[in-house]
């Protein structure tokens, strides 16, 4: 596979996203079809992991930490801090935003351990926690850079605005956002942010949550805890709406001679060369259809018509819903 920059390293065009093999939607696989997907991804020559102290409130760190401590040297490893799982005093986890700087500290030595590494590639504030100066949090983890903890730093769904006062702190290596055809706030101001200070731009959820694979025809059989049950978009009336848009974006992913899942990661490779998506999948034979994106080629023309097909006006309903909104910075359309 073609390499990107990102910061230092050149790392595979197209990164693994490891928070599906413990998180996220629906029951996660067993350890054994995580490590299957890992070491095949390692195997397919992706070199970027990304994974997060919240993912599986550290067992996501725990599986990739296990599976690729004898490849440590092969891949660019990135995780995130500032957003965990908390014990209550009723014993039950939940996800807390704590931007503190003790916290950060905290998160960190946490996943060094779980990921059974002396030093993160690249270390993200997964959320700004806005009761803390981002001067404050960004000012913690160049601590980490300077303890050789961590190599780089990277920030996760903030805004244009946020980017730079953070960047002024420390060297930001790459703003990790979701960004996708349906999903284009990053193309208000944050590319331009990144584009301006140097920052790689990590893309993720690119295949819109399985939507721009064509896998999910009927959303009313999720599991109870598949986020995707509280996000607005994949709500049942708006899901009816957006499904409209899939015959149309099939047929120029027929025309471009390769499948949805791939159009949709294409299309972002061919935004800039400063764009690194990051799909997640816990099968391997998505994982290998999602690598071949790499070498698919789209000419202008069929990028005009994906880009008027799908996008924030033709898609229905929020990408997240008002809780989630909340807790992020983005500019949103
Ligand atoms: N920074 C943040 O706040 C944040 C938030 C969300 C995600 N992320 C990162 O981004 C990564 C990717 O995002 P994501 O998982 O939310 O979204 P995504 O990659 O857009 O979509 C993942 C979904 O698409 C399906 N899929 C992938 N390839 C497929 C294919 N070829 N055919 C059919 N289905 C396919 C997967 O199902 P199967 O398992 O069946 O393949 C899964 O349900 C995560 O793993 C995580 O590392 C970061």
């Given at each position: 596979m073609d ?6 390293f ?13 998180h ?5 696989p067993?350890p ?6 890992l070491?095949a991804?390692?195997?397919?020559g ?8 919240l993912y ?7 599986l ?7 490849h440590r ?10 957003l ?8 039950t986890?939940?996800r ?11 998160n960190?030595?946490d996943?060094?351990?779980r990921l059974?590494?002396?030093?993160i590639d690249?270390y993200y ?6 009761k ?12 980490l850079?300077?303890?050789?903890k961590?190599?780089?730093l990277g920030?996760?769904?903030?805004s244009a ?9 420390h060297?930001?290596?790459a ?5 996708s055809?349906?999903?284009r706030n ?11 200070l ?5 893309a993720?959820?690119?295949v819109?949550r399985?939507f721009l694979?064509d ?9 109870a ?11 049942p009336?708006n899901?009816?709406g957006?499904l409209k848009?899939?015959p149309?974006?099939k ?28 799909p997640?999948?816990?099968s ?6 999602d690598l ?14 994906l ?14 819903s008002?809780?989630a909104?909340?807790?992020v910075d983005?500019?949103?359309?």
């Amino acid at each position: 596979m073609d390499t990107r920059k990102l910061g230092p390293f050149a790392v595979s065009s197209l990164g693994l996203g490891c928070m599906n093999l413990s998180h996220a939607y629906g029951t996660p696989p067993s350890p054994e079809q995580g490590e299957r997907v890992l070491l095949a991804a390692l195997d397919a020559g992706v070199t970027l992991f990304d994974t997060a102290s919240l993912y599986g409130f550290g067992a996501n760190e725990t599986l990739v930490g296990r599976v690729l401590k004898p490849h440590r040297d092969r891949f660019t490893l990135a995780s995130k801090g500032g957003l965990a799982g908390v014990k209550g005093d009723d014993g039950t986890v939940r996800r807390v935003i704590d931007g503190r700087p003790e916290a950060i500290l905290r998160n960190c030595e946490d996943s060094l351990r779980r990921l059974q590494t002396e030093v993160i590639d690249l270390y993200y504030l997964h959320r700004w926690d806005k009761k803390v100066p981002i001067e404050d949090s960004v000012g913690a983890m160049s601590r980490l850079v300077e303890q050789g903890k961590v190599r780089t730093l990277g920030l996760s769904e903030v805004s244009a605005n946020t980017i730079r006062k953070a960047h002024a702190v420390h060297a930001i290596t790459a703003v990790q956002t979701e960004y996708s055809l349906w999903t284009r706030n990053p193309e208000i101001a944050v590319l331009d942010a990144c584009r301006e200070l140097g920052i790689t731009f990590v893309a993720f959820s690119p295949v819109a949550r399985g939507f721009l694979c064509d896998a999910l025809p009927d959303v009313t059989t999720l599991e109870a805890k598949d986020i995707r049950k509280s996000m607005p978009r994949f709500e049942p009336a708006n899901y009816a709406g957006n499904l409209k848009l899939l015959p149309g974006y099939k047929a120029l992913a027929r025309e471009a001679g390769c499948t949805p899942a791939q159009l949709a990661l294409a299309w972002l490779l061919h935004q800039g060369q400063d764009i690194i998506p990051i799909p997640g999948t816990t099968s391997v034979a998505h994982l290998q259809e999602d690598l071949a994106a790499a070498d698919v080629k789209l000419d202008a023309g069929l990028l005009a018509r994906l880009d008027a097909d799908i996008n924030q006006q033709t898609v229905q309903g929020n990408r997240y819903s008002a809780q989630a909104r909340s807790e992020v910075d983005t500019e949103e359309f």
